[in-house]
């Protein structure tokens, strides 16, 4: 044996049909390249800045100017420049209040995002369960055919035989044809749907796992499920941590009827202007501001801010009804949904025993033709059935993790 002979064997050993697309592997895909996370991510980028703006507003600040001319009337050209700086020593809570409230916009805001990725993993999820469906139709509907194909060239030979008529031969040809259709809209169907999915994860599906496993944060109960969707589920706490920024807005309106103190100084000098040579001079002191009279705004604004904090309270428990509400939505479906997957499993063992048994009898001349095409349509129906629950399973468990909080990147 040659060593090119070798090497072709040791090649085709190795080689071998690509794996299957998994479930964690469209979410992975979709976490690298989903514009729409991306973008959710740099407006979050944007906002964990405004803390930093606010603590800002507390630090040293040093501003330099100049100016430089010439005047006809005072003989000669002139020139100053000057270096101002200031630092705040007490703003009354300003600062610290905004920062807080900076700080829980940021938080809300991660929240946000964590939500956008869940409603992302769940458009994923249900593409992927989709397609399977469609994959599956395409599969049942190219066996229907093949079945049929099988089917008429029978009946036409039993024709032939004088042991069948021209309405068996026609009723099988018929079935084909209706099978073809079927088909083709099956085809159509799955067409759409992964355009949908290469939309979603970022590329075109291959070959999908056909039996995604179960991922292992999904609730164990209803009443885990209920307490898991008041406690994290994204939404809820965004409304609770945005509240958190409100109640910190209302300390920092307040905090303008306090008085403020800093340190400011000023160096500088100025030439020309018909004197000779320049004069310099350096100006420090202690700024006192307090305010004495405000018309009524600040007031304003603290009740203000306090009506939008009730507000976001009441929001809080709508928000934990509503999250509540999806999980015991998503908790029903999914497990009708898995009650239809055992259901049409046994389904599906019932029809084809009936369709080897019909098909025998038919050998016999025990049944009609037509027998066999309606055992043949159940088994088509069961078959798709089947299918249809167990994408439903998927979509049932994406929905209950969303609600619960759970649906992220390392759920699958």
């Given at each position: 044996m040659t060593s090119k002979t070798i090497a072709a064997l040791a090649a085709l050993c190795l080689s071998g049909p690509a794996p299957a697309e998994t479930l964690r592997d469209a979410i992975v895909a979709a976490y690298a390249t989903n514009p729409q996370l991306a973008a959710a991510q740099a407006r979050q980028d944007a906002l964990a800045e405004a803390p930093e703006q606010a603590r800002a507003a507390g630090r040293l600040t040093a501003a330099a100017d100049g100016a430089a001319g010439y005047s006809r009337f005072d003989y000669g050209r002139g020139g100053s420049s000057s270096v101002t700086a200031s630092l705040p020593i007490w703003t009354g809570g300003r600062v610290s209040s905004a920062v807080r409230a900076?700080?829980?916009?940021?938080?809300?805001?991660?929240?946000?995002?964590?939500?956008?990725?869940a409603a992302v993993l769940e458009t994923v999820v249900g593409a992927y369960a989709d397609l399977l469906y469609a994959q599956e139709a395409v599969g049942v509907a190219r066996a229907d055919i093949a079945l049929l194909d099988t089917?008429?060239?029978?009946?036409?030979?039993?024709?032939?035989?004088?042991?069948?008529?021209?309405?068996?031969?026609?009723?099988?040809?018929?079935?084909?044809?209706?099978?073809?259709?079927?088909?083709?809209?099956?085809?159509?169907?799955?067409?759409?749907?992964?355009?949908?999915?290469?939309?979603?994860?970022?590329?075109?599906?291959?070959?999908?796992?056909?039996?995604?496993?179960?991922?292992?944060?999904?609730?164990?109960?209803?009443?885990?499920?209920?307490?898991?969707?008041?406690?994290?589920?994204?939404?809820?706490?965004?409304?609770?941590?945005?509240?958190?920024?409100?109640?910190?807005?209302?300390?920092?309106?307040?905090?303008?009827?306090?008085?403020?103190?800093?340190?400011?100084?000023?160096?500088?000098?100025?030439?020309?202007?018909?004197?000779?040579?320049?004069?310099?001079?350096?100006?420090?002191?202690?700024?006192?501001?307090?305010?004495?009279?405000?018309?009524?705004?600040?007031?304003?604004?603290?009740?203000?801010?306090?009506?939008?904090?009730?507000?976001?309270?009441?929001?809080?428990?709508?928000?934990?009804?509503?999250?509540?509400?999806?999980?015991?939505?998503?908790?029903?479906?999914?497990?009708?949904?898995?009650?239809?997957?055992?259901?049409?499993?046994?389904?599906?063992?019932?029809?084809?025993?009936?369709?080897?048994?019909?098909?025998?009898e038919y050998s016999f001349s025990l049944r009609t033709t037509l027998d066999i095409l309606i055992a043949d349509e159940t088994l088509r129906s069961a078959q798709l059935a089947l299918a249809r629950s167990r994408s439903d399973v998927l979509i049932g468990q994406a929905a209950l993790l969303r609600a619960t909080g759970q649906l992220g990147r390392d759920s699958y």
């Open positions: 900076a700080s829980g916009d940021v938080a809300a805001g991660a929240e946000g995002v964590r939500d956008t990725q089917q008429v060239a029978e009946a036409r030979s039993r024709f032939g035989l004088g042991q069948a008529t021209r309405t068996d031969v026609a009723q099988v040809e018929a079935q084909c044809e209706s099978a073809a259709s079927t088909l083709a809209d099956a085809e159509g169907t799955a067409a759409a749907i992964a355009a949908t999915y290469r939309a979603t994860v970022g590329h075109g599906p291959g070959v999908l796992d056909a039996d995604p496993a179960a991922p292992a944060m999904l609730p164990a109960t209803l009443d885990v499920a209920r307490r898991r969707a008041a406690a994290a589920n994204p939404v809820v706490r965004q409304q609770q941590l945005a509240a958190g920024a409100d109640a910190a807005r209302i300390a920092q309106q307040r905090a303008e009827r306090n008085p403020y103190v800093g340190l400011g100084g000023t160096y500088g000098y100025a030439a020309g202007a018909g004197r000779s040579g320049y004069a310099d001079a350096a100006v420090a002191g202690v700024t006192l501001r307090v305010p004495l009279l405000t018309c009524g705004l600040v007031a304003s604004r603290i009740r203000q801010a306090e009506a939008i904090y009730r507000a976001d309270r009441f929001a809080i428990d709508a928000v934990q009804r509503d999250a509540a509400r999806q999980a015991e939505t998503a908790w029903a479906t999914l497990a009708a949904a898995q009650t239809r997957v055992q259901a049409n499993a046994r389904r599906v063992a019932a029809a084809e025993l009936a369709l080897k048994g019909v098909r025998a």
